[in-house]
C-alpha cells in the first residue's frame, strides 16, 4: 500500500481482497469466541447444580426448611454458589469483552467495504490490524460508544441474568424458610 492508501496489485492485493479477507478473519474469531462463551456457560449450569446436587443430596433438597436452621451449611452453599458464579462471570465478561470489539471492527469493516464514503476509508489499515485486545478508543472514538452500548446490553440482558439469578434465588429462598422456621 502506499503511502496514499492505494493498494498496490503488484502482490495480488486489492483492497477489496483485503478487507474480504479481514471479514472473513472476524467472523471467524467471533465464531470462536461465541464457541468458548456458550461452553464456558453450560459449563458452568452443570457444574453448580451437579456440585449442589451432590454436596446436598436429593432428599436435603426437599428439606430445604432444615437446611435453613443450619447457618454453617447455608452460608457454605451460598459461597460456593456466590464463588463460582462470579469466577466463571469475570472470565465470560473477558470473552465478551473481545467478542464485541471484533463484532464493532467487522461493522466497520462491512462499512468501507459497500460505503464509498465511509469515514473509516483513510483507516482500513489500522482496521485490518485491530485485534480483540487493541483498545478501540485510541483510534476509532465513534466505535468505542458502539462498543460500550453494546457491551452494557449484553451485560444487563445476558450475562446478569444468567450469574446471577442462582445467587439472588440462594438468599431469597434461604430467608424464606429462615422467617418460616
Not at 464456558?40 to 430445604?64: D, N, Q
Not at 470489539?101 to 485490518?128: N, S, T
Request: glycine fraction near 4%; proline fraction near 3%.
Amino acid at each position: 500500500m502506499s503511502e496514499h492508501g492505494v493498494v498496490h496489485q503488484e502482490n495480488g492485493l486489492s483492497r477489496d481482497k483485503l478487507v474480504q479477507t479481514g471479514l472473513d478473519v472476524k467472523m471467524n474469531a467471533i465464531n470462536k469466541y461465541d464457541e468458548i462463551i456458550w461452553k464456558m456457560r453450560s459449563g458452568y449450569i452443570v457444574i453448580l447444580y451437579g456440585a449442589l446436587t451432590l454436596l446436598m443430596g436429593t432428599e436435603r433438597l426437599t428439606h430445604l426448611r432444615e437446611l435453613a436452621r443450619d447457618p454453617t451449611t447455608s452460608l457454605s452453599l451460598f459461597f460456593l454458589i456466590l464463588g463460582l458464579s462470579l469466577s466463571v462471570f469475570l472470565i465470560d465478561f473477558g470473552y465478551l469483552r473481545k467478542k464485541i470489539r471484533v463484532i464493532v471492527i467487522r461493522d466497520m469493516l462491512i462499512e468501507v467495504a459497500y460505503d464509498p464514503e465511509c469515514r473509516f476509508k483513510d483507516k482500513l489499515i489500522l482496521l485490518l490490524h485491530v485485534a480483540a485486545e487493541t483498545p478501540l478508543q485510541t483510534h476509532f472514538k465513534a466505535a468505542h460508544s458502539k462498543y460500550r452500548s453494546k457491551l452494557w446490553w449484553n451485560l444487563i440482558w445476558i450475562l446478569l441474568p444468567i450469574y446471577a439469578t442462582t445467587p439472588i434465588l440462594a438468599v431469597i429462598v434461604y430467608l424464606i424458610h429462615l422467617r418460616l422456621a
